[in-house]
């Protein structure tokens, strides 16, 4: 298997479960179906982004090759909410779940207004 393929199996893979972000939603459908490059460059700044661990789209298409990914990038901050999370109840923790989707909407398209404005002023 290729690089280019390993990387289109993992990228599918790490977004399986979530959605994908609205942003690059295009960008990363044309990534996983094989229709734009993805190099190492690419690569890196996907793990980055999206927190996954170092290497992750170049190991092997195995899962039981890898460390747990959770253990490698978990920090202090994000173990300790989710400890708090698991604790809510149902309920709560899906209202919780809406709330910050809501929110991280809502800055994402303060940032594009933001940016959209100092366009503008440049121009």
């Known amino acids: 298997m290729s690089i280019k393929n390993i990387r289109q199996q993992r990228l599918r893979n790490w977004f399986s479960d979530k959605t994908l972000p609205e942003k690059e939603k295009s960008y990363l459908s044309q990534l996983m179906n094989g229709k734009a490059s993805f190099g190492e460059k690419a690569a890196r700044r996907l793990e980055k982004d999206y927190h996954m661990p170092?290497?992750?789209?170049?190991?092997g298409a195995n899962d039981a090759d890898?460390?747990?990914?959770?253990?490698?990038?978990?920090?202090?901050?994000?173990?300790?909410l989710l400890e708090l999370f698991e604790e809510l109840p149902e309920s709560e923790a899906t209202a919780l779940i809406k709330n910050l989707e809501?929110?991280?909407?809502?800055?994402d398209n303060l940032l594009e207004e933001l940016l959209h404005k100092k366009k503008q002023k440049k121009v």
């Not at 890898?66 to 300790?80: A, M, N």
């Not at 809501?102 to 800055?107: A, D, G, L, M, S």
């Open 54 to 59: 170092e290497g992750y789209l170049d190991a």
């Open 66 to 80: 890898l460390i747990d990914p959770l253990q490698v990038t978990l920090t202090p901050r994000q173990k300790i």
């Open 102 to 107: 809501e929110k991280k909407q809502h800055y």
